[in-house]
């Protein structure tokens, strides 16, 4: 082996200070490194989000469009068949409730199946939810609790006229368990109905202090129902209010008991 030349040293001292230059500089700088190949895989996926946004904002707008079509449709139906019950103010609410509970929806069932002449009423009993002696109870979006069963005499088509007469009656009613007995001419025609009733307002107002403490809402309120029972009784209707009712009526929570009405 020859004798290795001075130019032959700095040529093999060069490369390895080079090999050793680069080999720390990829030491110092692998963490940097990992660091932009995470952030650019982050923008890859971003700017892939991104892209979609304009035929986003586009769907939104098609979606808004519908929302404003679904309640405006809604809103026909709910000026139609709904009581007026907004539950942003629970103490405008309990009176709503109040009104349409003991005043206007039992009168206005019993009113409606004697107004057909073409069948001949054999039974009618409603049994309707008792109004809340706290106006805090009222943030309910909807009352479903009023019910009634009706038995009705006639022919075959004056009895389906009957049933499907429910379709014009101004609260939304479901009617099932509809039965038909008997031989024509004379058919006997039985059904159950419930009446479903929607509140009004986006969300429930603020607890009412004074219902806090119990004693002056729940006086007020039994108060109320025990007074106008008998007024809303009156007409051919027959039942009972308020917590001394009898076998006849249902009981909820914080309710002064379920009014009933029957006739025939």
């Known amino acids: 082996m020859s004798k290795v030349t001075r130019p032959q040293i700095w040529i093999i001292f060069g490369v390895l200070s080079l090999i050793a230059v680069l080999t720390l500089w990829f030491t110092l700088n692998s963490p940097r490194n990992e660091e932009i190949a995470k952030e650019q895989a982050r923008f890859e996926a971003r700017d892939q989000i991104a892209q ?10 098609a979606a808004l469009v519908s929302v404003a079509a679904a309640k405006a449709d809604w809103g026909r139906y709910d000026r139609r068949f709904m009581p007026r019950i907004n539950v942003s103010n629970l103490y405008t609410a309990w009176q ?3 009104k349409e509970q003991l005043y206007d929806l039992g009168p206005k069932l019993e009113k409606f199946v004697k107004a057909d002449k073409g069948v001949q009423i054999v039974q009618s009993s409603f049994s309707l939810y008792p109004p809340p002696n706290d106006p805090n109870q009222c943030s ?3 009352l479903a609790d009023n019910k009634g069963a009706v038995t009705v005499s006639g022919n075959f088509d004056a009895v389906l006229r009957h049933v499907e007469r429910w379709n014009n009656f101004d609260r939304l009613v479901l009617v099932t368990g509809f039965n038909l007995q008997g ?5 006997m025609g039985s059904y159950n109905i419930q009446i479903f009733e929607f509140t009004q307002g986006d969300k429930p107002g603020p607890n009412f202090p004074a219902a806090s403490g119990g ?15 008998g007024g809303m009784m009156g007409g051919g209707m027959s039942g009972s209010m308020g917590p001394d009712m009898g076998g006849g009526g249902k009981s909820m929570p914080g309710a002064a008991g379920m009014a009933t009405m029957g006739g025939a």
């Open 183 to 187: 031989n024509s001419p004379r058919l």
């Open 52 to 61: 979609t946004k304009p035929q986003a904002d586009k769907k939104f707008k």
């Open 215 to 229: 004693a002056g809402a729940g006086g007020m309120g039994g108060g109320m129902m025990g007074g106008m029972g």
């Open 96 to 98: 709503q409730i109040q």
């Open 140 to 142: 309910m979006p909807i």
